[in-house]
């Protein structure tokens, strides 16, 4: 068993209805000693970006090796590419719709191959469900060890979405925006802990302001650790800065929503 990489599948699909579960009796199929780690099912219906941040933010805690399906697909039985993506030792299978953009952004060195080879797919194929009849096949074979080059060619020209990075319009400002509002309510900019301390560093013995909306937001290190109910940010566990309420809904109490800008100044 701990020869066999992690398979992970992140999904709009949702709990209701059995996709996800399908999914996985393919892979078990090919791979009974397979093991399967659900990220979430739970993506936004069709939110191709969405599922584009949670990889990017979630793939590096599993260990090398690992391989995470991503199937929000609303292009799916269309002319869109089935692809595999290696980059650091990582495997990600999906669509080629742009949801493998950050693992684009933050890898200098990647390879990506369009899945060709069909003796590696689910014999009968539907047009509308490439999650079980493409991707979790090709999950499975390649947790067995088939060579990522026998499931088809390599390209070049994949899809990329605009994935929004961080600002630093003076030397001592820095801009970034929400990207993503979790369960919470809680809002993650693309503010990572690495920009914050490049800011810092411009000016070490400055106070640092964070402003969004109209509010200037004070930065803790941990959720209660808050004066009241107001609007707060820490670096979370993902190293990514997060507005917060502590016990309440940020983005709701304070109408924070995705693509809002934060500042952040040195004075």
Do not use: C
């Not at 199937?71 to 080629?96: H, K, L, N």
């Not at 079980?132 to 390599?154: C, Q, T, Y």
């Not at 020209?157 to 600002?167: N, R």
């Amino acid at each position: 068993m701990e020869n066999i990489p992690i398979i992970t599948l992140t999904t709009d699909f949702g709990d209701k209805d059995p996709s996800s579960a399908i999914m996985k009796g393919t892979i078990f199929s090919i791979n009974p000693q397979a093991r399967i780690v659900d990220l979430t099912h739970e993506i936004s219906k069709y939110d191709v970006r969405e599922a584009a941040l949670i990889i990017g933010m979630s793939f590096h805690e599993f260990p090398p090796r690992s391989i995470h399906v991503v199937v929000t697909d609303p292009g799916v039985g269309s002319a869109r590419r089935p692809i595999m993506v290696i980059a650091d030792d990582y495997y990600f299978i999906g669509p080629d719709n742009g949801v493998f953009s950050m693992i684009y952004n933050r890898h200098e060195r990647y390879k990506v191959v369009q899945l060709t080879s069909e003796h590696y797919f689910r014999h009968e194929r539907s047009a509308t469900f490439h999650g079980r009849d493409i991707f979790a096949p090709v999950a499975a074979w390649l947790s067995r060890g088939i060579v990522a080059d026998n499931f088809g060619v390599e390209i070049k020209d994949v899809m990329k979405l605009p994935i929004p990075s961080p600002s630093m319009p003076t030397r001592t400002a820095l801009e970034g925006e929400v990207i993503y509002i979790d369960t919470f309510g809680n809002a993650i900019t693309n503010i990572r802990d690495e920009d914050l301390k490049t800011l810092r560093a411009q000016k070490p013995d400055a106070s640092v302001r964070f402003l969004i909306k109209g509010h200037e937001v004070a930065l803790k290190q941990y959720y209660s650790q808050v004066e009241n109910r107001g609007l707060y940010a820490l670096i979370n566990s993902m190293n990514y800065l997060e507005l917060f309420a502590y016990r309440g809904h940020a983005s709701r109490e304070f109408d924070i929503q995705v693509g809002d800008t934060l500042g952040i100044l040195l004075t």
